[in-house]
């Protein structure tokens, strides 16, 4: 066989693989979708037994909390293979492919691990979708069955270690199958209050749910009717409970080039002036939560991390879709601040990380979400909103978000433009004539769409430009860089 043939053929192969994964994707979508919900955790549980209980090849890092939650889970992972570990992560939702869901060892899991794995699983899914028809339930529904599918991708990986972020709640979401060796929650406050509860008490009782006999948990600072909630379920199950403030803390942060520079009283030692590649002051506590997470997973807190692996796992964190600067001239900026606590957090990291009093707005939301609250968060800097939605089934339709916008911000300020690509431009154009930058936010399907439509016209920044892009320059008091 010639090179020439045997490039063809793995070209062949390659898209073969990439049909049967997107069958397999085309499967799971016609199960009920993410937003159905289903208050239950057996079924999940039925078939993980049915194959073997593959969450229990590897060890686990568990992650709840109202945001933060991806981010956290990623600088883990970097944390973890820096440490010599094969990993893997499931998180949610994806970007632009669902591939990104289940990362092995930092990448998005291949086209053929995803549609040989769904063929394996596929005669489970179908058996316990009878036995739950016939008991008058449900389907397994698309979160429950692509749940078992990563939790199979992992234990044939294989990894030695997998970080699972929590879909919604904790105490009933599909991922509580498995038990964490470490448990982190991150801030909680309110969202998904239709499925979780109407307080931060109630949604803290959900998320307590994945604090498991003798693990290890380590928290944010909470709310004291949050931690209250979580010192309750830690005894009640022989946790060992570690608080942000109180056995560790975030002792400094200060803005950087390329990032900022954290110092973490950790639990074993602690670590100064880290650089930590990532903008936003909430990111700096997600990174020293995921610290303390591999800290107390790696040996329950008593040995220090080298300052080598720190600062090779640090560097090889990333989090797409938080403060990401996908686009130059102007400056694009997308955020998945798709609830008031996190729009609080994308509006401080505006002014203390890139330097901007004033942005032009794209905002998309999904129905059921608080965009009002998102407006009041974000309307001190905000010059003009382009409302538009994104090609989800679940968006809000472009109109009744823009009624919402201009109770919060005004007629003046803000224009509809349903058709995303054509709201994208006129935002960079609106930014582009007074000088600022144009921040995208609102839904993670919303930011897919406007990674792909940036990639067609051409003005998406490669990965290894968007820091340069999102560098500010940051000078000591005598004014010196």
Request: charged share 25%.
């Amino acid at each position: 066989m010639s090179e020439h043939d045997d490039v063809d053929d793995r070209i062949l192969e390659s898209l073969e693989h990439a049909e049967a994964a997107r069958e397999a994707y085309e499967a799971l979508l016609s199960r009920a979708g993410e937003q159905a919900v289903e208050p239950r955790i057996e079924a999940t549980r039925r078939a993980v037994e049915l194959l073997g209980d593959p969450q229990r090849s590897y060890r686990i890092i568990h992650i709840t909390g109202t945001n933060g939650k991806g981010s956290t889970a990623r600088i883990a992972d970097a944390l973890l293979r820096a440490h010599g570990l094969r990993t893997g992560v499931l998180t949610s939702p994806h970007l632009e492919r669902v591939n990104e869901r289940i990362l092995i060892d930092g990448e998005p899991v291949s086209d053929e691990a995803f549609a040989r794995n769904y063929e394996e699983i596929a005669p489970v899914l179908e058996l316990v979708d009878r036995e739950l028809e016939a008991a008058g339930q449900r389907r397994l529904t698309f979160f429950e069955a692509f749940t078992v599918l990563a939790l199979s991708v992992l234990a044939d990986a294989p990894v030695d270690v997998a970080v699972l972020e929590v879909g919604m709640g904790g105490r009933w979401d599909s991922t509580n199958v498995a038990d964490g060796d470490v448990a982190v929650i991150t801030p909680i406050a309110l969202d998904h209050t239709n499925r979780l509860g109407s307080t931060v008490e109630a949604i803290a009782r959900e998320k307590a749910g994945i604090i498991k006999p003798d693990a290890i948990v380590v928290s944010a600072q909470q709310q004291p009717e949050a931690l209250a909630v979580l010192e309750a379920r830690a005894a009640e199950v022989g946790a060992r409970l570690l608080v942000e403030g109180r056995e560790f803390a975030l002792s400094g942060q200060a803005v950087a080039v390329g990032g900022q520079l954290i110092t973490v009283r950790g639990l074993a030692a602690e670590y100064i002036d880290q650089l930590v590649p990532l903008m936003g002051a909430h990111q700096g506590a997600n990174a020293t939560l995921a610290l303390v997470a591999v800290e107390a997973f790696l040996g329950g807190g008593s040995q220090p991390m080298t300052a080598e692996v720190l600062a090779d796992g640090f560097a090889a964190a990333s989090s797409p879709g938080r403060l990401d600067a996908v686009g130059a001239h102007p400056l694009v900026i997308l955020d998945a601040a798709h609830n008031p606590h996190g729009a609080a957090a994308l509006r401080t990291a505006l002014s203390e990380f890139f330097g901007l009093e004033r942005v032009t707005l794209v905002l998309g939301v999904l129905a059921g979400k608080d965009a009002t609250g998102v407006l009041t968060a974000l309307e001190s800097v905000v010059d003009e909103v382009v409302i538009t939605q994104s090609t989800s089934e679940r968006a809000l339709d472009a109109d009744e978000l823009a009624a919402q916008a201009v109770a919060v911000l005004g007629a003046d300020r803000v224009v509809v433009e349903p058709d995303l690509s054509t709201a994208v431009e006129a935002a960079r154009e609106a930014a582009t004539d007074r000088g600022g930058a144009v921040v995208v936010t609102g839904s993670i399907t919303l930011l897919g769409d406007v990674l792909g439509h940036a990639r067609e016209a051409g003005w998406l920044l490669r990965p290894d430009a968007r820091r340069q892009a999102a560098t500010v320059e940051v000078t000591d008091e005598e004014g010196q860089a």
